[in-house]
């Protein structure tokens, strides 16, 4: 079975934290995105990489930077954390021209 | 560029009745359409897609859904709703002449099944 993990479900972090998201899928995707999702305003994409150190900005990449050193690793990272980035991150992979394939999300919570 | 627009925010129906979750898009090229459900505390899962050929794509769960070109349209559909249907559903859009591995989403639509 296909499957993308997330290092953790639920995160508290305080403003101003440095923040790291880890993201894991064992498919052998190319493709790898960062979400985030809030009520109302439905998926936005954060960045995607489609090799391994190559990325490239979504739609909000502002406060936001990413690492893909391996294939199978996307990491997402909040310079300093701050309260409006308080939301849930979800991560996804693809082959190109796919469908994504998600992880369960890490809830997080910048106090 | 491309986009998705769910018009309806909340579609409620009662166990047994058909059921239609509206979803419409808008892309330069050829469009590549997806519908993801996503049950209350978990992840997104994929549910079906229209690349090319037959209109009507069959899913999982019994879910269908029919790309109409003209209306620029790929509504979801089920004959007959299942109390656990109930979840959020995106739809999404994706133009690989331009965006290759690029998604965009709707803003989702919650629907509820009730007994």
């Known amino acids: 079975d296909v499957k993308v993990t997330q290092s953790s479900r639920y995160l508290v972090k305080r403003t101003g934290e440095k923040v790291f998201l880890e993201c894991v899928q064992d498919m052998d995707h190319e493709n790898m995105f960062w979400y985030r999702q809030d009520p109302g305003l439905g998926l936005r994409l954060i960045y995607f990489?489609?090799?391994?150190?190559?990325?490239e900005k979504g739609d909000i990449p502002e406060g936001y930077s990413v690492s893909r050193e391996k294939k199978e690793r996307f990491s997402l990272i909040l310079e300093s954390a701050s309260t409006n980035q308080t939301s849930m991150y979800l991560c996804?992979?693809?082959?190109?021209?796919?469908?994504?394939?998600f992880g369960p999300g890490t809830r997080l919570t910048v106090l | 560029a491309q986009s998705v627009a769910q018009p309806e925010d909340q579609v409620n129906v009662a166990e047994g009745n058909p059921l239609t979750v509206k979803c419409t898009y808008s892309v330069s090229g050829n469009p590549y359409l997806f519908w993801y459900v996503q049950y209350p505390n978990r992840g997104l899962q994929f549910l079906l897609k229209y690349i090319t050929g037959d209109n009507l794509v069959k899913g999982s769960y019994g879910f269908e859904a029919e790309f109409n070109k003209s209306q620029t349209s790929f509504h979801l559909k089920k004959p007959s709703a299942l109390v656990s249907d109930s979840a959020l559903y995106f739809c999404?859009?994706?133009?690989?002449?331009?965006?290759?591995?690029?998604?965009?989403f709707g803003d989702g639509t919650t629907l509820t099944v009730k007994p």
């Open positions: 996804a992979s693809s082959p190109p021209g796919y469908e994504q394939f």
């Open positions: 990489s489609y090799d391994v150190k190559m990325k």
């Open positions: 999404a859009v994706r133009d690989m002449r331009v965006n290759a591995g690029k998604s965009t």
